[in-house]
């Protein structure tokens, strides 16, 4: 959600029952200012909280002028001081990978994995234990990157792209209707997309570029993984994440309220396909 | 106006016969003023056009010629203009410059007349001129009143124009510089002149009439410059685009709107409506009394102040939405016989959420149902019938149904609260069945997700006995017994006395708020989990949270059936182990760790103002699950998806193995075929056990023998 319409934000989120304390939120609205003076970024996103067993990690983003771009990701533990997170690696997500249960909440932990490794000395082949440390903040990263990847939403029309490549705000957007709101496809994951080049020329013709660029929430698999309501009577619109648990999406139609974040335990909901 | 005088001066000017009229006959002519003009201005003439009307006797085809004049003042920017008058603007514009200086010259022998200003007032509106020709003559004959000029009379004009043109371009330079106003030397006065035809046909141009969507870019173009004008945005250049978008669209949208409107916004409305008459609920009882009753008889928790202390620790649904469910709690305590209710929480689902509150009823005031019971002890009826029914025929199967363990009675154990819910603050208020052992064994053993919708069916492995509404109270249970905890002290056991014997039964079912308590510091209760006890009995796994036996019954069972049976029951265990759980107030420290990772984390609300900081329990077992403690007072909540957490995936239970249908005794039992050894030692042993036998029956045998041989 953006730092600017915060505490706003926060009120049409909190029907997922997560929110901020008064001294936390008071802490963000001056902390993330200076975020933003500090880093020179465009925009400044407060991602959400990732809870942990001794401490909670408090994310921002920042965004820079093309929307799409890779964003800066910063962590803080007391909504004051924050530090950036290095950007996420694809070597960090397989490591991180093994890595199961709750995040401490301390980022100098580090978890102790134990895996096989074959050296070959000479003709024999040796099975070692080794014992990999993998970091608490390179968990962080990877966790963040892909829930970002995975269940990160923007409205369509939101955003437009230029013919020159990069991506704005679209300052003429005025909200979803009612009728678009409540439909999976006027959704669209807020990265890169992946799938547009599979569609057939036919769905292509429909599509508008400049608008419709990302792909949209309908073709996620498993199908159900989003769970989309409307809240206080068509008033606002709420999308929550089955896959990851605690993000929810909320849109209020016809303005330009908008935004997501995530409040959870930082762990993928894999018993998913049972649960439907 | 003109209109009127124009007939006169029609005939007026076809009298003297038009033909080569000397032009001092035209200056003259248009020596009377407006009235010249705009006469013969009329047919030509655009209703708004026209200076001052003014009649005057003397008409001329030269006083046609000046119509153009006038036209030329009028109407500018509104005309339309086709492109095939133009070849006529010309002698329009060139007799307005040979009027123009003709006038000039003639202003001066007609000095006294006080229509000087007047010719002034032409020249000027002869600067920028407007285009008039025969067609737009056309067009503006039959939008006046009068009839009377035909083609005729334009046509009059035509010839007279042609044969006025020749004159023009020949009297051209001899034209001075006899300006009054804006008309300049010649070649000055063409020059705006033509800017001018260029604009009116660029606007013409502008205004066609798009044949696809009905727009045309003129009116297109202005309205989005007043919208930009309007709101002024930043940079309206870089979204001009958008803008221009928009105002189609909202061309459009307009015929669509009333009806879609009054769909999409039915919803809302119809919330509002039930919240609204929750708010006025209220305002009903005016009476003093009542008031002071309601006010005495209280048994509606301060959800408000709950939810301030919620929020300090970031848990909460947000100040309007606590404050409806506020509502609804008290208008759900008003419409039954509540003793005590809480709010519990809040479940999320796909559809639709889950407002429970938890409710305990007065005494004697249970709604119970009856029926779930009835229908539970059907069924062990009808198994056991249909095994005695087969028992002569078809061979029975030795599987008996393990028994139904009997729910705990309401005000128990797991039922020892009501629970009721609602999709939405306002909405309806539905009781939860109560919730029996299997359906909570069932439920610990499957994770599914809450549609919201309390008839929908569960299906699952193994099957859920059940359809939401179980489900959903079933999980209410165990979050209950999992996480509903409060400060050590707050509430104590009850009577004393009788310990020795319910030692015996293992549980101690009731406790009750200590008068006496007083408080602990909060950094105490963040500090060490053992401040916190569990006022919520644990669920056994068999469901109950007192031990039932199953054996005792099987036990008379046996008695009654005699001992043919009792092979049968030899496969059933004979001696089950009680249950034990922890007993009632339990402090949580003493709670088991999932895999490594405390059941409870403990915070304080805010570490930036530590003396007015509450303490907040989050549990890790069951995620959303809070309770709070200030020291005095204590609240627990959830909010969340109402599944456990478990750091494994989870797995459904494996099948259980295929039953025996029958026992393997000898009569059934499969053998090999006896070898040729085996068979032959079977013979000898039968001979030798036959051979006694023999002697006396030989004479049997031999006759025997014979009938057989026969």
Redesign the interface.
């Known amino acids: 959600m953006d730092a600017e319409s915060l505490l706003l934000s926060l009120?049409l989120a909190?029907?997922?029952?997560?929110?901020?304390?008064?001294?936390?939120r008071a802490s963000l609205l001056t902390s993330l200012t200076l975020v933003k003076r500090d880093y020179r970024y465009d925009r400044v996103l407060f991602w959400g909280r990732i809870?942990g067993?001794?401490a909670d990690y408090y994310i921002a983003q920042g965004l820079s002028e093309d929307q799409l771009a890779p964003r800066k990701t910063l962590y803080s533990l007391?909504c004051m001081e924050w530090s950036l997170l290095p950007p996420a690696t694809e070597e960090m997500v397989v490591q991180t990978s093994v890595v199961?249960?709750?995040f401490m909440g301390d980022p100098s932990h580090e978890y102790e994995h134990t895996e096989l490794q074959k050296t070959n000395e000479g003709d024999k082949v040796f099975e070692e234990e080794v014992v990999v440390q993998i970091k608490e903040e390179t968990r962080l990263v990877s966790v963040i990157d892909q829930i970002d990847k995975a269940v990160a939403v923007i409205p369509r029309g939101a955003l437009?792209k230029t013919p020159f490549g990069p991506i704005h705000v679209?300052?003429?957007f005025e909200g979803l209707?009612?009728?678009e709101a409540k439909k999976l496809s006027s959704y669209f994951h807020f990265r890169e997309p992946v799938g547009l080049r599979n569609k057939t020329l036919l769905e292509k013709a429909d599509l508008d570029p400049s608008l419709d660029f990302m792909d949209s929430l309908e073709h996620d698999i498993p199908k159900?993984s989003w769970?989309i309501?409307?809240e206080?009577?068509?008033?606002l619109v709420v999308l929550?994440s089955?896959l990851w648990?605690g993000l929810t999406f909320f849109h209020a139609p016809r303005t330009k309220n908008c935004g997501y974040i995530y409040v959870?335990?930082g762990?993928k909901n894999?018993?998913l396909p049972?649960?439907? | 106006m003109e209109d009127l005088t124009s007939p006169k001066q029609e005939q007026e000017n076809q009298e003297p016969g038009e033909a080569g009229r000397p032009w001092e006959e035209i200056a003259a002519s248009s020596q009377d003023p407006e009235s010249g003009l705009s006469e013969p201005l009329e047919p030509e003439q655009w209703p708004e056009t026209g200076p001052q009307p003014r009649s005057s006797p003397a008409q001329s085809p030269q006083s046609r010629a000046s119509t153009p004049l006038a036209d030329l003042t009028g109407p500018e920017t509104s005309s339309p203009l086709s492109p095939h008058q133009e070849a006529s603007f010309t002698p329009t514009l060139a007799l307005a410059r040979q009027e123009h200086s003709e006038k000039t010259t003639n202003v001066s022998p007609k000095a006294g007349t006080p229509r000087s200003p007047l010719s002034s007032d032409k020249g000027e509106s002869t600067g920028p001129p407007t285009c008039q020709s025969e067609g737009n003559a056309f067009q503006q004959s039959q939008q006046t009143k009068h009839h009377l000029y035909g083609p005729e009379d334009v046509s009059d004009n035509n010839s007279k124009q042609r044969e006025l043109r020749f004159n023009i371009f020949q009297e051209e330079d001899s034209n001075s510089n006899c300006d009054v106003g804006h008309a300049g030397p010649g070649v000055s006065e063409a020059a705006p002149s033509l800017l001018e035809i260029a604009i009116q046909s660029a606007k013409a141009y502008l205004q066609k009439t798009s044949s696809k969507s009905g727009l045309n870019l003129y009116d297109h173009l202005s309205d989005m410059l007043t919208k930009v004008l309007d709101e002024r945005?930043e940079n309206a250049v870089d979204?001009i685009e958008?803008?221009s978008q928009?105002v189609k669209m909202a061309h459009f949208r307009k015929k669509l709107d009333t009806l879609?409107n009054e769909n999409?916004?039915l919803?809302?409305?119809?919330?509002?409506e039930k919240q609204k008459a929750l708010f006025l609920q209220g305002n009903l009882e005016g009476a003093d009394q009542e008031l002071e009753d309601e006010i005495a008889d209280n048994s509606l928790p301060n959800v408000m102040e709950s939810a301030f202390y919620f929020?300090?620790?970031?848990?909460?649904?947000?100040t309007d939405?606590t404050y409806r469910i506020f509502l609804a709690l008290k208008q759900l305590t008003d419409t039954h016989p509540i003793q005590r209710c809480r709010f519990w929480g809040?479940i999320?689902?796909?559809?639709?959420?889950y407002f429970v509150a938890e409710v305990e009823f007065r005494e004697g005031e249970d709604e119970e149902d009856l029926e779930d019971e009835d229908v539970t002890q059907e069924r062990d009826d009808g198994d056991s019938e249909a095994e005695e029914n087969d028992e002569d025929e078809l061979p029975r199967t030795f599987y008996k149904t393990p028994q139904a363990i009997p729910k705990e009675e309401s005000r128990t154990g797991a039922n020892k609260y009501v629970y009721f819910v609602c999709n939405?603050p306002g909405g309806p208020w539905v009781k939860l069945p109560s919730v029996t052992p299997a359906q909570i064994v069932t439920a610990r053993k499957?994770?599914?997700?809450f549609t919201g919708r309390l008839e929908t069916p569960i299906v699952s492995y193994p099957p859920f006995p059940g359809n939401e509404s179980n489900y959903l109270r079933a999980q209410i249970a165990r979050i209950s017994a999992g996480t509903h905890v409060s400060p050590l002290g707050f509430y104590q056991f009850g009577e004393e006395e009788g310990e020795e014997e319910e030692e015996v039964e293992g549980r101690r079912d009731s406790f009750e708020e200590n008068p006496d308590f007083e408080g602990i510091p909060v950094i105490d209760l963040v500090e060490s989990l053992s401040n916190w006890v569990h006022h919520v009995q644990h669920i056994l796994s068999q469901g109950r949270c007192n031990w039932f036996n199953p054996i005792q019954k099987s036990e008379e069972e046996e008695e009654e059936e005699g001992e043919e049976k009792e092979e049968e029951k030899g496969e059933e265990p004979d001696y089950m182990e009680q249950e034990v759980g922890p007993p009632l107030l339990t402090p949580i420290s003493e709670d088991l760790e999932i895999?490594?990772?405390?059941p409870w984390?403990a915070r304080l609300?805010?570490?930036?103002?530590p003396q007015y900081a509450i303490a907040v329990l989050?549990s890790?077992l069951w995620?959303?699950a809070y309770a709070f403690s200030n020291g005095k007072k204590f609240e627990n909540v959830y909010?969340?998806?109402g599944?456990k957490?478990s750091?494994?995936?989870?797995t459904?239970p494996a099948l259980p193995p295929v039953y025996q249908e029958y026992p393997s005794g000898a009569e059934i039992t499969e053998m090999d075929d006896p070898s040729v050894e085996e068979e032959q030692a079977f013979e000898a042993s039968r001979e030798a056990a036959a051979l006694p036998v023999e002697e006396m029956e030989d004479t049997e045998e031999d006759e025997d023998e014979e009938d057989d041989d026969d």
């Open positions: 009120e909190s029907g997922s029952g997560q929110g901020l304390s008064p001294d936390r809870l067993l001794v007391n199961k249960g709750r437009f679209n300052r003429t209707s009612l009728s159900g769970s309501q409307a206080r009577g068509n008033a929550r089955l648990p959870g335990t762990e894999t018993d049972f649960m439907l | 945005p979204i958008s803008i928009d879609q999409e916004m919803p809302i409305y119809e919330i509002a929020e300090q620790a970031g848990v909460g649904l947000g939405e809040k999320l689902g796909l559809e639709m959420n939405e499957i994770k599914k997700f895999q490594n990772i405390p984390t609300s805010s570490n930036l103002i989050r890790n995620p959303g909010i969340g998806w599944h957490y750091p494994d995936n989870y459904p």
